[in-house]
């Protein structure tokens, strides 16, 4: 019967020593795992950061990840969001499918491996049909590897896609693949070219029709049989045997001891496992009554976590190419920032390490030594950190779950708290808030003008009510956004909702002084407002504003404020469904939809906004080139909307063009601020006369009250 035979004839003086393999194997395991260990002492370097909570849900989230991102790839295949029409077609489907060529290769060869040791050792199930299909698919598997390698050598170096730098470790990786698995073949071939034409009584009833299922060392034997003398297949075999476990244990101990481009194999497992559990939209608070720094000022300020994602980033540039910043001209690339840290990274921690003898507490050697470069400033310049809009979309695209956010942030939070550097517009607002209790410079209006007229209740007239309407700074003071909070109120009243607003008790969130970086007065205004709330015993919050949304929802919990948050489209999206709400009037023209990052990205509310539009008789829709998941941000997140950033092109204005690209009269969003980036947009294109800016809940109400106001 065929079946599989380890280490035929590989011997020295008629002994066998092909077991040797295995030493080899758990040496070089041994040094795998040293290096791994050197390498934890690194990252420790970094700060406290509890990743070992809810290790449960983190094992189930895990499994989970590996089959739809590890095995499937659907992060490489960037496929939509449940909901998207497109959500079956594979946005990157070329560096997919050679990742995936790759990896599967990989996993079917180690598994075959694998197979063969508990077949050879503890039972025997490698014959017969199984024998033949095992052949088929080791052989196909490094086909597949071979052709992954292919469309990666020809993704590189020939298309050269701006988003993808070629160092010479990509050479050396993808050299080492190919010689592995061409190695491997040539040394099948001559085995079975040395077995055909050895003595059938050494072979023990061995047949040549076993090998056809091989397909590629069988057809590389025919070639060596009548190219090589009878009997010089046998000393070729044992030479490429030989030539192909070493190049693969060369391999190994590249990886081990190099910590090279082949490392994220290790590493990149590890940095999804740890991943943050925290909301997506929520940011790691400081405690302020015990931090010796506030944010991040020097490498080893960094948590642990934080510098694993350093080691975990493939440089595959797919957070650069979906960066709003890197696409418009901004001196930020995500890409860049996470290599660039890590280079500061490789020199800086083990001198910090051997500063620390070697505890791994993060001990310094002075921190501003002679020739040491500044973390802010000359590794990452301030221009880098405010050009982020924390839109989350390279988040949203890594597939190793490198968490790019937090950091910026932690910088931000340095350069504001510590070192007293915020751009001048940032500052004004930052002051506003504080000394007004709102993001809105230079307003005349106040907090209650918006009702006026509309006979809406404050929780102070009345805290029995079902729904507390958060009405947000932009909403209640700014002349665009009041139509918003007016269109939504009327729209809750026409369904009979029980709500009132804090009125002239509202405070803004502190949502733009967390992002700017300013965490100290962030948490004043969460104080505030948590305590204002709890001392009306709120239970449920309607909000129109994504960032509002985002930081009561999840932010605020961090400070035992916990209360239900819905966003407006939800709301709304829902009564509808209830027939509490029903949109009459036909609303004539084409709307596109603008994702807003922060109830998108950042909470996964896509569906909704949409469930409103296509309630409304008469309107038609069209989608944006980059909608749902991978939509394009306005540029107002992260504090943007009161910065001038002069590099490139503006954001809103790029956005703005592709929305008037697609034919759409109406451009609808559900975030003030994209509304007013859109308004702005609009102004600079001079498309005012044939487009406009409107919020969903405003079309809505268009549709409901005859005219358009109610």
């Not at 094992?59 to 449940?82: A, N, P």
Request: proline share 3%; hydrophobic share 40%.
């Amino acid at each position: 019967m065929a079946h599989r035979e380890i280490g035929w004839m590989i011997s020295i003086g008629g002994s066998e020593i092909w077991w040797l393999l295995y030493f080899f194997a758990i040496a070089f395991l041994v040094a795998i795992g040293h290096s791994a260990y050197q390498r934890y002492h690194l990252w420790h370097v970094g700060k406290k950061d509890n990743r070992y909570d809810n290790m449960a849900e983190r094992g189930k989230w895990f499994l989970r990840t590996t089959l739809l991102d590890g095995f499937l790839h659907r992060r490489f295949f960037r496929f939509g969001k449940k909901g998207d029409p497109n959500r079956t077609v594979p946005r990157e489907l070329n560096p997919g499918l050679m990742h995936l060529l790759i990896f599967g290769g990989c996993m079917i060869l180690l598994t075959a491996a694998g197979m063969d040791f508990l077949s050879h050792y503890f039972l025997e199930f490698i014959e017969g049909g199984f024998y033949y299909a095992l052949s088929f698919l080791s052989d196909l598997a490094g086909l597949a590897i071979l052709l992954g390698v292919g469309l990666a050598a020809y993704r590189r170096y020939v298309k050269k896609p701006d988003r993808l730098d070629n160092k010479g470790d990509d050479i050396i990786a993808a050299a080492l693949i190919i010689v592995v698995v061409v190695s491997g073949y040539i040394a099948e071939g001559f085995r079975i070219a040395a077995m055909n034409s050895h003595p059938a009584d050494v072979i023990a009833g061995w047949e040549i029709s076993w090998e056809y299922w091989g397909f590629i060392g069988y057809g590389l034997s025919t070639i060596f049989n009548g190219v090589f003398g009878a009997g010089a297949e046998l000393g070729l075999y044992r030479f490429t045997w030989w030539l192909h476990v070493i190049v693969t244990v060369g391999a190994i101990v590249y990886v081990a001891l190099f910590w090279n481009r082949l490392t994220h194999i290790i590493v990149s497992p590890l940095n999804v496992f740890y991943r943050s559990m925290r909301p997506k939209g929520a940011l790691a608070p400081i405690d302020l009554e015990t931090a010796e720094t506030y944010g991040v000022s020097k490498i080893q300020d960094f948590t642990w976590k934080q510098l694993l994602d350093l080691d975990a980033c493939t440089r595959c540039g797919r957070c650069q190419d979906n960066c709003p910043a890197y696409n418009t001209g901004k001196p930020l690339s995500p890409k860049a920032l996470i290599q660039d840290l890590k280079t500061h990274f490789v020199e800086r921690a083990p001198i910090l390490l051997k500063g620390s003898n070697g505890s791994g507490d993060g001990g310094d050697d002075g921190g501003n030594g002679d020739g040491e470069r500044s973390l802010i400033g000359d590794v990452v310049t301030e221009d880098v950190l405010w050009s982020c809009t924390t839109c989350r979309a390279c988040q949203e695209a890594c597939p190793v779950f490198v968490e790019h956010i937090d950091k910026v942030i932690d910088m931000r939070r340095n350069l504001v708290l510590e070192q007293a550097s915020i751009p001048e517009t940032a500052e004004s607002i930052l002051r506003s808030i504080e000394a007004r209790g709102h993001s809105c410079r230079g307003t005349t209006l106040t907090r209650t003008d918006w009702t006026t007229g509309l006979d809406i209740k404050t929780m102070a007239e009345d805290p029995n009510v079902d729904i507390l309407l958060w009405t947000g700074c932009q909403a209640a003071l700014e002349e665009r956004n009041n139509q918003v909070a007016i269109a939504l109120a009327k729209v809750m009243k026409h369904a009979g909702v029980s709500f009132a607003t804090l009125g002239v008790e509202e405070s803004c969130c502190g949502e733009p002084a967390r992002r700017m970086g300013n965490e100290y007065l962030f948490q004043m205004q969460a104080a505030k407002n948590i305590g204002v709330m709890s001392g009306y015993n709120v239970k449920k919050i309607v909000t129109a504003c994504p960032h509002c949304y985002n930081t009561i929802k999840h932010e605020y919990p961090q400070f035992e404020g916990q209360f239900e948050v819905i966003h407006h489209t939800q709301f709304i999206a829902e009564l509808i469904q209830q027939g509490k709400l029903k949109c009459g009037k036909a609303l004539d023209g084409l709307v596109t939809l603008h994702d807003s990052c922060y109830l998108g990205r950042h909470n996964d509310i896509y569906q909704e906004p949409r469930d409103m539009l296509n309630s409304i008789p008469g309107v038609k829709t069209v989608e944006m080139d980059r909608s749902w998941d991978r939509g394009f941000c306005c540029g107002g997140g992260g504090g943007l909307f009161w910065m001038e950033n002069k590099a490139g092109v503006k954001i809103n204005d790029a956005r703005t063009e592709e929305a008037i690209s697609t034919g759409a009269n109406t451009i609808a969003t559900a975030c003030p601020y994209c509304l007013q980036m859109f308004v702005d947009g609009i102004k600079t294109k001079e498309a005012d006369e044939s487009v406009r800016a409107v919020d969903v809940v405003e079309l809505v109400a268009e549709s409901i009250f005859e005219d358009g106001k109610g």
